[in-house]
């Protein structure tokens, strides 16, 4: 016993030491600190920080920590002992957002969108404030505002190879989940691989999953199953999941999709191993870097529904929150501002081939031709980040690795139902239990 309380001193000192080595210093008045993980911008972020300073006297120290998770995880332990900085960004669910702002820790910027007839709030894509905007009568019980801005824009579809379609004589890209089969078949015949993407990732095979079940049974449907009135075992959820029963079947996955990461399977379509993929608007800088001569079109995935569009995930692609503790909240403020006003967005729209946020800005922005495609699809985006709700991560879980069976053949789509019902009803059982408590 006395070894196990020595050692638990042991450990709590080891914290405690661990902790004063992160404590900040005293916030200098003339100094916006941010935090951030844009390996890709963080180029294009110094050069702005430089000449903000310039023009302000205000210096802009950013800090680059990477990748995602670990940046993620430094935030949380920011949160936890108090010493977010002025600027941060959150890279996870709404619902994660929403206890970040109910525990004080980002100021909502709704009254500064609003000056001035809100001047800044009309100057972004709609769909790129409401990842940061919580509505009246939200689900995550956050008061109603805005609590981010918008860096960029971006949304996922499919990409197709020009070339390869031509070679096996498809002279249009499908439209229908039924034109896709047959241009499959057409692309085997002369020996060319249909489909890849990322799906090792699960969340991007999540994306797919949710464009067809938006596209087969509705929004309200889909909202309606996250609230427990409609099961997975509906005979619409069935249709969900034998999509990818079907791309197994007729043969439309590459080999090592369910395994492969994105960006290997960005590799295999920029070095014309696949006709499509599924990928977002941020794959234009990266097909470019790995083949610059790839010709290529974006579409929509394949409809299996005329009655309701395709859907896809979209809209802001980065977002910055400020910390509501901050000394300098106003000139972190006026930095955002700055940072987010036409002439700064069209530099770093230039610079990182991202799209911008600012919709003003779009219109004198030099991006490559195929990234303007990609914008010009807004209007069809949704996100998880703007639904009323979302379904149980545990759920989610079960859902996606479902998949992954359905695509190796292990189970089939009324086995995954089930399997995913049972894990909806026993977190709803046990969200009864907690009510009761």
């Given at each position: ?29 003339d ?38 998770d ?25 619902s ?27 100057s972004f ?9 919580f ?46 089969i ?8 002369v ?26 049974m ?22 969900v ?12 996955l590459?080999e ?17 191993r ?20 790839l ?27 400020v ?52 914008a ?7 996100h ?14 079960a ?16 086995q995954v139902?089930?399997d995913?019902q ?16």
């Open positions: 016993m006395k070894k196990f309380i020595l050692f638990g001193f042991a450990i709590f000192a080891i914290l405690m030491i661990g902790c004063l080595s992160c404590t900040p210093h005293a916030p200098k008045a100094t916006v600190v941010i935090w951030h993980w844009m390996t890709d911008r963080d180029k294009a972020f110094q050069e702005l920080a430089t000449k903000y300073q310039q023009e302000t006297g205000i210096k802009i120290v950013l800090e680059l920590y990477a990748p995602s670990v940046y993620s995880q430094k935030i949380i332990a920011a949160a936890q002992a108090n010493i977010l900085p002025d600027i941060f960004g959150i890279l996870d669910k709404k994660v957002v929403g206890d970040f702002i109910k525990s004080g820790f980002v100021s909502d910027l709704t009254p500064e969108f609003q000056k001035n007839h809100g001047e800044w709030e009309k894509f709609p769909k790129a404030l409401a990842v940061n905007r509505d009246e009568n939200n689900s995550y019980g956050v008061t109603p505002g805005i609590y981010g801005v918008p860096l960029d824009i971006m949304n996922i579809q499919m990409v197709y190879n020009k070339n390869l379609l031509k070679k096996a004589g498809i002279a249009n890209p499908p439209q229908t989940f039924e034109e896709w047959a241009a499959a078949s057409a692309l085997k015949r020996g060319i691989a249909t489909f890849v993407s990322g799906w090792g990732e699960l969340w991007m095979a999540d994306a797919f999953a949710s464009n067809y079940a938006f596209n087969i509705g929004e309200d449907k889909v909202m309606a199953t996250f609230r427990g009135e409609i099961p997975y075992t509906d005979p619409s959820w069935i249709k999941f034998k999509v990818f029963a079907d791309l197994r079947a007729k043969g439309i590459a090592g999709v369910v395994t492969k990461v994105n960006k290997d399977a960005e590799q295999d379509f920029a070095l014309e696949a006709a499509f993929a599924f990928n977002g608007s941020w794959c234009v800088n990266v097909y470019h870097d790995m083949n610059s001569k010709e290529y079109g974006i579409m929509l995935p394949p409809a299996a529904n005329k009655d309701f569009p395709m859907k896809i995930w979209g809209g802001a692609g980065s977002s910055l929150m910390n509501n503790h901050s000394a300098n909240k106003e000139k972190a403020i006026a930095f955002l501002k700055w940072l987010t006003a036409k002439e700064q967005q069209v530099f770093l729209a230039e610079k990182t081939q991202n799209l911008p946020a600012n919709q003003l800005s779009l219109p004198e922005t030099k991006i490559a031709p195929i990234l303007a495609e990609f010009n699809s807004m209007e069809s985006t949704t998880p980040m703007i639904w009323p709700l979302n379904e149980d991560s545990l759920v989610i879980e859902f996606d690795k479902g998949l992954q069976s359905i695509m190796i053949g292990e189970k089939t789509p009324e139902a089930a995913v049972k894990v909806k009803t026993k977190q709803a059982e046990k969200q009864i239990r907690r009510n009761k408590k």
